[in-house]
């Protein structure tokens, strides 16, 4: 099964997110588009990397993040494809701001969820 076929129910359970981060030392990071928060799931030590206490942002942390040359590429494609209904999957690779203003580069593999019309939900 690929992230396509997962709906918006199936990803709101906790054994999904679990099992998730078993097969996946990555970072990870969830949007609820009904929202701006943005909850962070990883390694503690990859979320220390970054700065990030306790496991929420705002959305408005990575935009702030972003390396100031890689940011309107970065940004327009996120904008692009979230706004495209029949878009599910954007990856881009950008520099991403760590403590101590350490820049690290980051492949970002988004997979959007969309309600049956197409609006993103998360």
């Given at each position: ?6 709906d ?7 054994v ?19 929202h ?69 580069y ?17």
């Open positions: 099964m690929g992230f396509a076929e997962i918006a129910n199936y990803l709101s359970d906790a999904l997110f679990t099992t998730l981060i078993k097969l996946s030392a990555e970072l990870m990071w969830v949007r609820e588009f009904a701006e928060d943005v909850v962070w799931i990883g390694a503690s030590s990859n979320l220390k990397k970054f700065g990030i206490r306790g496991n929420k942002t705002s959305q408005q942390f990575w935009y702030d993040n972003i390396h100031p040359k890689d940011l309107r590429e970065a940004t327009n494609g996120y904008k692009e494809v979230m706004n495209d209904p029949s878009a599910v999957n954007y990856v881009r690779e950008y520099r991403f701001k760590g403590v101590g203003k350490k820049w690290h980051i492949r970002d593999k988004v997979c959007f969820v969309r309600d049956k019309n197409g609006k993103p939900i998360r």
